[in-house]
């Protein structure tokens, strides 16, 4: 474990290996959250795309990523509809 | 052209063609070449922002390879019709703009020859009516004939007879009308030349030379149109007023700016970032052109920078990627590149990073620096999509093969000057922004942190700027944080513990020289740099103490300066780098994205 920011908006945990391979889990703005694996490469290589489907549209170009406007009763905060509506 | 292709000569030209030259048919034809010239940008715009991208998503097959390379060239020709006819509009204008000039001059000799009653000839020469006494018998003076001379200073009239008083105004009438015709004939013949150069090569490759060419062009149209445009940019005035220039000039005005001046468009601070990053791609193949016909050392290393930052602007951005604007570029110097990541005038967030010692337009330069800006930008954004992130190489920073001794004595001259390039830059941004109060941050790395310390020394503090970040520094010329003038709580600290460059303000000299010997020239410098000839902390405090007072932020240690059997200073270089240290690069982002209050402190030292 290298870090931890256990601020209440944006908490964020930081750990790595001593060869090199680490872990981050960082909450963004409006609750997005982000995980990163990063290992230790020493040449640059290509890393292939994701292959899984994306639930919003995604294609070049597109600056800002839509936010998620998919309700989960156990995720999302506030009354039904909130999240949807924020799309 | 005016009178055919012999009015090289001057004496071809007659006052009397002068006057009937039709100066609006030459607008006409100008703007007949700008609306070409608009065409083939658009058309550039089309193919490289719709066609190309969207190919790879529509088709398959080695069709897709073969297409996209037909498409990249025709970009490029129109590219090239864009730049070339955008020439030929503003030479064009500029020499109607000579032209009527010289007519004025002209009509106001032809009218006070009429109201005085002279004659005008067709060779320029003017009659004048008898009129005065003669000094002996008193009768009026026979009238006579002037013949005008170009350059009257070079003719003294002759003092022993008395003149009639005619005779001085016809010569004068003559003088400007002959000088009228020459000074039109020698535009004539100077326009003739650049616009016999505006061609371009055979076939539909447009090959570097080209580009050279038309570098060429560009700097033989600049020095020609001088009066007509360039005496215009206000090079002196605000940011602020920059602005409300640009947004006064009509769409022409502004097109002819950028096809003949983009080098100076494009890095005037208070311009918007569209228009800039727009004068400063045309500027960017200007520039390769021009550099690809030099062998020298520095050319190639500059060439091989300029190259990498086209690779990466034709790039299009991935899904959720933050688009380029080139702000800046420039061969002065070391180099100048201003590259930002997101837009700078629409995003609420702006930060400037400023890189420091050994930093030069080079490869390492557009690879490494402009992938901290970017990573920055990136994870900036995951706190707050409205962010820009700008790498900012707006000055010469110190280099180490200047030898240590010029680099001591160059110490903070490089600092301060880039400290005041940087706060033009800053305002410019302020300026240029669509919010009223856009949050922005000043980041300086190693000697960057110097500069951005210089910066803040200036005047009020750094225009606009609200939090400032100091990572690997080795001092910035000031003592507590509160002098930088933003509030001490606004002042992030980044500094890995083997980072050799943060302990240089401490006080172990001894410790220093062995750290320096240890690592070499570059610490040898780095410790001559601070101490030059023992004369104690030039750069001040160390901003990690806690004298210092600002809010220090997590980094990783790094790899320690003597193991692994080499000497090692990579714990100065990976601050910003979300691999090998991403509790710092994030504190940073935080900052970057206005939550500096939610970034994680670490004690002082």
Not at chain 2, 448 to 463: E, F, H, L, Y
Request: charged share 25%; with cysteine.
């Amino acid at each position: 474990m290298t870090a931890i920011n256990n601020d209440a908006e944006f908490p964020a945990i930081y750990a790595r290996t001593r060869d090199g391979f680490g872990v981050r889990l960082r909450i963004g703005g409006k609750g997005q959250a982000f995980f990163q694996v990063d290992t230790p490469c020493v040449r640059e290589s290509e890393v292939a795309d994701s292959t899984s489907r994306a639930t919003a549209p995604l294609y070049d170009g597109v600056e800002f990523i839509p936010r998620p406007n998919i309700h989960s009763d156990f995720w999302s905060a506030g009354a039904p509809g909130v999240a949807a509506s924020r799309s | 052209m005016v009178s055919g292709g012999s009015a090289a000569a001057g004496s071809a030209l007659t006052w009397a063609a002068l006057r009937e030259v039709k100066c609006a048919e030459l607008e006409d034809a100008a703007d007949g070449w700008g609306r070409v010239s608009n065409r083939a940008d658009a058309a550039r715009d089309r193919i490289e922002g719709q066609l190309l991208p969207g190919m790879h998503d529509t088709q398959k097959g080695e069709a897709v390879g073969a297409a996209v390379g037909r498409l990249r060239r025709l970009g490029a020709n129109f590219q090239y019709i864009y730049t070339e006819c955008g020439l030929l509009r503003t030479t064009l204008n500029s020499l109607a703009h000579e032209i009527k000039a010289q007519q004025r001059v002209l009509q106001g000799a032809l009218d006070d020859a009429a109201a005085l009653r002279f004659t005008v000839h067709a060779d320029g020469s003017v009659t004048y009516p008898a009129a005065g006494e003669g000094l002996v018998d008193g009768k009026s003076l026979a009238g006579g004939t002037a013949s005008g001379v170009p350059n009257p200073g070079m003719v003294t009239p002759s003092g022993l007879v008395a003149p009639n008083p005619n005779a001085g105004k016809a010569q004068d009438i003559a003088d400007r009308v002959a000088q009228a015709v020459r000074t039109a004939a020698d535009a004539d013949w100077r326009y003739a030349r650049i616009l016999r150069a505006l061609k371009a090569q055979e076939g539909l490759g447009v090959p570097a030379a080209t580009w050279k060419d038309a570098a060429a062009d560009a700097a033989a149209v600049r020095q020609a149109a001088g009066s007509y445009l360039r005496n215009a940019i206000p090079h002196d005035a605000s940011p602020a007023e920059r602005k409300a220039w640009w947004a006064g000039l009509t769409d022409e005005q502004r097109e002819e700016y950028l096809a003949v001046y983009p080098d100076r468009i494009g890095n005037l601070d208070g311009i918007p970032a569209l228009v800039r990053d727009a004068a400063n791609r045309d500027n960017l193949q200007l520039l390769m052109g021009k550099l690809e016909g030099r062998d020298d050392g520095d050319s190639a290393t500059k060439l091989a920078a300029l190259r990498e930052i086209d690779r990466q602007l034709r790039v299009v951005p991935g899904a959720g990627e933050p688009p380029m604007y080139l702000l800046g570029i420039g061969d002065q110097g070391n180099g100048r590149a201003i590259v930002s990541y997101g837009n700078p005038d629409t995003a609420r967030n702006v930060a400037a990073y400023v890189p420091g010692l050994n930093t030069s337009l080079d490869e390492e330069f557009a690879k490494g620096d402009l992938k901290r800006a970017r990573d920055t930008a990136m994870a900036a954004r995951e706190i707050d999509e409205s962010t820009a992130a700008i790498a900012w190489l707006g000055y010469d920073a110190p280099q180490s093969p200047d030898g240590m001794s010029s680099l001591a004595v160059a110490g903070t001259e490089r600092a301060e000057n880039g400290g005041q390039a940087f706060r033009g830059f800053m305002s410019g941004l302020a300026a240029s922004n669509d919010h009223g109060d856009p949050h922005m941050t000043a980041i300086g790395h190693s000697y960057g942190s110097r500069t951005v310390g210089a910066a803040t020394q200036q005047g009020d503090g750094i225009p606009g700027v609200d939090d400032i970040v100091l990572v690997g520094s080795p001092g910035i010329g000031v003592d507590r944080a509160e002098d930088l003038k933003v509030g001490r709580d606004h002042v992030f600290v980044g500094a890995a513990e083997n980072d050799v460059v943060t302990h240089l303000p401490s006080k172990e000299r001894g410790l220093l020289e062995a750290a320096g010997r240890a690592l070499g020239p570059a610490g040898a410098l780095a410790v001559d740099m601070v101490h030059p000839r023992g004369e104690g902390l030039w750069f001040g405090e160390d901003p990690a103490s806690e004298e210092f007072g600002a809010r220090r932020f997590a980094a990783d240690p790094g790899p320690p300066v003597v193991g692994l059997g080499r000497v090692s200073i990579d714990a100065h270089s990976q601050y910003f780098d979300p691999k090998l240290d991403s509790a710092s690069a994030d504190s940073i982002a935080m900052v970057v994205a206005g939550a500096g209050h939610r970034v994680k402190q670490e004690s002082a030292r």
